[in-house]
């Protein structure tokens, strides 16, 4: 079963830090496109942060460039968010997408395979 499942969500304080993981399993990901977004409560989800597998090229949005990191672990077919200076409005439900790559999309219909999602939280 091919499947994306995220994990380390929880309750941070403001300025603080979250790691994120999502476990990718059931197929060879090595060439695709994998990409984190995030809704918040009654409003769309968004674009966050995409990577390659293969290669390791990244693009962030600009609401997190600077403060989020997006990696990639071969070995444990896993991708990493790191989350740092979390403000207030970072709060919200991150989500781990795959799409067939190698180009980058900030359009999360363009995705295809998507984790049921982790929930973050940020008190000011």
């Known amino acids: 079963q091919v499947q994306l499942v995220e994990s380390g969500g929880g309750l941070v304080q403001a300025g603080g830090s979250l790691r994120l993981s999502c476990a990718a399993s059931?197929?060879?990901?090595?060439?695709?496109?994998m990409g984190w977004f995030r809704q918040a409560p009654g409003k769309e989800r968004e674009f966050v942060a995409t990577?390659?597998?293969?290669?390791?090229?990244?693009y962030y949005a600009d609401s997190v460039k600077g403060r989020f990191i997006i990696s990639r672990d071969n070995a444990k077919n896993t991708v990493i968010l790191q989350m740092n200076s979390l403000k207030p409005e970072d709060k919200a439900v991150y989500y781990c997408?795959?799409?067939?790559?190698?180009?980058?999309?900030?359009?999360?219909?363009?995705?295809?395979?998507w984790g049921q999602g982790t929930q973050v939280t940020v008190s000011s």
């Open positions: 997408a795959s799409r067939v790559g190698p180009g980058f999309t900030t359009t999360a219909e363009t995705y295809g395979l």
């Open positions: 059931g197929r060879t990901f090595s060439n695709y496109v």
């Open positions: 990577i390659r597998w293969s290669g390791g090229s990244t």
